[in-house]
């Protein structure tokens, strides 16, 4: 299974919106909803924020949003904050019954 | 509330088997909804899934198809943590190493990590 394609980095500022992009197969983002979204910080484990392409879990700012079209899903992040910067990393169910990430995107805030 | 705690060795000698274990407070190996999960990250590579275990009447297992010759993860109830061996390791298998809980009520969604075990392969 190949990885997702996610792009290297992405930048906004304090603000203003961003969209990041994560495109897969018709075996994985294309075939279910099982799409998540995950947040990490250096040095930290990433952190779940975006569950079955738009849920968010408990305490996970609405600020965050997700949604999926086709092969490709997207997260998008409203009102950047400066604690916002950090790697967001896609990840899908498979049809082979296995899970398969994206290769992470850096988000700067300007 | 549910916690992972990582064990493991730092350096591992090729072509030696790698074993990391995840200890679980908060909640069951044995779930019949939660299944766990383990993880690397490498800057080469990314953020890679490589296998789950989980309970459904029975054990069940599902590994990365390009690690199903060399991977085997383990449930203990009796202590319940769960461990990871990955067999004949190279360099490659240098990367942090996570384990991680899919709670069930989301396909896939890793809820709660492990604080992480970085593992270097190197004679």
Redesign the interface.
């Known amino acids: ?1 190949s ?1 997702l394609t996610q792009p290297a980095s992405v930048s906004g500022s304090p603000g203003q919106s961003v969209t990041i992009s994560c495109t897969g197969t018709s075996s994985d983002v294309g075939a ?1 909803n ?1 799409i ?1 979204w ?1 947040q990490q910080h250096p040095g930290k ?4 924020i975006i ?2 392409v738009s ?1 968010r ?1 408990s305490g996970i700012s609405n600020r965050f949003s997700g949604s999926k079209s086709g092969n490709t899903a997207s997260l998008t992040i409203s009102g950047l904050q400066t604690e916002d910067e950090a790697d967001y ?1 896609c ?3 498979t049809t ?9 995107t850096k988000l700067t805030v300007l | 509330q549910v916690q992972l705690q990582q064990s493991g060795p730092g350096l591992v000698k090729p072509p030696q088997t790698l074993s990391v274990t995840c200890a679980i407070s908060g909640d069951s190996v044995s779930s019949n909804s939660a299944a766990w999960n383990w993880l690397r990250q490498s800057p080469s590579r990314g953020l890679e899934w490589l296998g789950r275990t989980y309970y459904r009447s029975k054990w069940f297992n599902d590994y990365a198809p390009y690690l199903k010759s060399r991977i085997t993860i383990n449930p203990d109830t009796s202590k319940n943590q769960f461990s990871l061996h990955l067999r004949s390791v190279t360099p490659e298998d240098t990367a942090i190493y996570y384990c991680a809980r899919d709670p069930g009520w989301a396909l896939s969604a890793l809820d709660i990590w492990g604080q992480e075990t970085m593992v270097t392969v190197s004679s």
């Not at chain 1, 484990?45 to 779940?48: C, E, M, N």
């Not at chain 1, 082979?96 to 992470?104: K, Q």
């Open positions: 299974q990885a279910y099982h998540s995950y484990a990433p952190k779940l569950y079955e849920n879990p990393h990840s899908s169910y082979s019954l296995t899970l398969v990430f994206g290769g992470g």
